[in-house]
């Protein structure tokens, strides 16, 4: 893909929009009310109120470092729904992270993210890429963040925001996961090895599998990884059945300051934040379990 249009967007996205009726221009809701540690905030990024969702856990006593955990919804979802569907808040309590669900733009009354700089080809004038260096250092300024670990993670279009900042603002960031999404092709060079691992199902009818000539495919975005991290080129592979369903799982390891790739195939998933297990782990704990072994130096 050469660049982000929107139009094209749309069309491969359209089957899977499902708007809610309660969902209001510029508006998220708390998805739970009684719980003072998720709160919805907001900050003005080029004139424009921005809104997220952040979970500060209750083992959080700002008396040492946190890392910062970011991740990113889907084409036309909004953060208190994405939440639920990658609930990490039990994963935050547990080792004391603080967690927040930024919530996209709308265009054409679309929630989306722009993962690319802004350019002549690029229909989204959006600046998202600097909406998230604004709101990391808004809450770097609130809370005791280690700056060392800060982790970007995404479901769909929220993937590709997730690569996007893992080229564009590789300086903030430690590691990278993407479930269901795929890189586009106005990458830069990350000023560091940057540790990735990918979730992608095989039967995937949004976003394919094996690419379809809009979408690069699951394996190209893998392969220029383990060569931009200079990881081995042979991976270790295991394999687990998750009720009927097999999951392969790649790591590409020892790659520069010991980063790795890793990649878990799930044959026959579809187009999901991933519920199936991975020996009990489904994609949220996956996903946190890689990045947090990272520190923006390499290996923690």
């Not at 996209?104 to 679309?110: F, N």
């Amino acid at each position: 893909m050469k660049s982000w249009n929107l139009n094209a967007h749309l069309l491969l996205l359209q089957a899977l929009l499902i708007i809610c009726s309660s969902c209001k221009k510029n508006e998220i809701t708390n998805s739970d009310p009684n719980n003072s540690n998720l709160t919805t905030q907001t900050i003005v990024h080029n004139g424009i109120n921005r809104q997220y969702l952040q979970y500060v856990p209750s083992s959080y006593d700002g008396t040492s470092s946190t890392p910062l955990m970011l991740n990113f919804h889907g084409y036309g979802d909004v953060a208190s729904n994405f939440i639920n569907d990658a609930d990490m808040r039990a994963l935050a309590e547990s080792d004391t992270f603080i967690l927040v669900y930024p919530q996209g733009s709308y265009l054409e009354g679309v929630p989306h993210w722009n993962p690319c700089p802004i350019d002549a080809d690029n229909k989204s004038t959006t600046d998202d890429l600097g909406f998230v260096e604004a709101l990391v250092n808004e809450i770097s300024s609130q809370y005791a963040i280690n700056s060392q670990r800060i982790y970007a993670a995404g479901y769909s279009n929220g993937g590709m925001m997730a690569y996007g900042l893992s080229h564009h603002k590789s300086d903030l960031f430690a590691a990278v996961a993407s479930v269901s999404g795929v890189m586009l092709d106005c990458e830069g060079p990350p000023s560091h090895p940057m540790p990735i691992v990918h979730l992608h199902g095989t039967s995937d009818g949004v976003i394919p599998y094996n690419g379809d000539g809009f979408y690069n495919s699951a394996q190209y975005v893998v392969d220029y990884w383990v060569g931009f991290n200079n990881t081995t080129t042979n991976a270790a592979v295991n394999s687990y059945n998750s009720g009927g369903l097999t999951i392969e799982h790649y790591t590409y390891s020892q790659g520069d300051s010991m980063v790795s790739v890793e990649h878990y195939k799930y044959i026959g998933g579809n187009h999901v934040w991933f519920e199936r297990t991975y020996q009990n782990k489904d994609a949220s704990q996956l996903v946190w379990d890689f990045v947090s072994r990272y520190n923006i130096n390499g290996l923690n």
